[in-house]
């Protein structure tokens, strides 16, 4: 079995967390030493003093959670985060362009981002919602998102609609074909879901942190309820 805990990027993202919620979060995270931990941007100096040191990664979303922002906002916020020194960024493309077939304004959105992660050396992920579009329209964001110079794509933000559907991810990794990697995120709950995915090709997986436990000591998954 591979080392699934390498494979966690540990969602830590609920608005009402308190700072007490986050520490006790990331510690955990870091115990069980998840490839990273995904944070609010208001939390990114707490999770680079926790994570000094361990083998667990600080990531950021950006755009988060609906992907509506100016893109000059957005490579505001990159630039704010990469001057902070964070190790990855999380980025929701606007869906509602998506799905409005605006593939210019969105792959120009990205390039935005990605132009600026790319010379600092900080992979992007760029999320497009998947439960939200069509199989035409997956197979043509991975194709923007190559052209765009993003690191991976991912399915969802796992706050909007479902999450990481199978089909989703094979139409994304055939789509791919080793171009760009591939992150399925939200609903994965137990090992065996997350294994599944790992089995299909996927290079990430974005899991709630109360899952990452369960999943990677194979206990009994928690309910369906939140990421």
């Not at 208001?42 to 083998?55: G, K, W």
């Not at 579009?133 to 933000?157: H, P, Q, W, Y």
């Not at 009994?220 to 309820?225: L, Y």
Request: proline content about 3%.
């Amino acid at each position: 079995m591979p080392d699934i805990n390498r494979y966690l990027d540990a969602a830590i993202l609920k608005p009402e967390f308190t700072e007490s919620d986050l520490i006790e979060a990331i510690k955990a995270c870091i115990q069980l030493k998840t490839y990273s931990v995904c944070v609010r941007p208001c939390d990114i100096t707490i999770a680079q003093q926790l994570c000094q040191e361990t083998e667990t990664a600080v990531c950021v979303v950006l755009g988060f959670p609906h992907g509506v922002q100016l893109p000059a906002s957005k490579a505001d916020e990159a630039r704010r985060y990469i001057e902070r020194g964070v190790d990855e960024i999380d980025m929701v493309a606007n869906y509602g362009w998506i799905r409005s077939e605006k593939w210019k304004d969105v792959e120009a959105d990205i390039v935005t981002v990605a132009q600026l992660t790319r010379s600092a050396g900080v992979p992007l992920k760029v999320i497009f919602e998947t439960a939200h579009l069509s199989s035409e329209a997956i197979k043509r964001m991975v194709e923007v998102c190559v052209r765009a110079g993003a690191d991976f794509v991912k399915t969802s933000t796992g706050f909007n609609g479902e999450g990481a559907k199978v089909e989703d991810v094979q139409i994304m990794l055939e789509s791919a074909a080793g171009r760009i990697k591939v992150k399925p995120s939200g609903g994965i709950r137990d090992q065996s879901d997350a294994l599944n995915f790992i089995k299909m090709g996927a290079h990430r997986l974005g899991v709630g942190w109360t899952s990452c436990q369960t999943i990677c000591e194979g206990t009994k998954a928690q309910s369906k309820s939140g990421y």
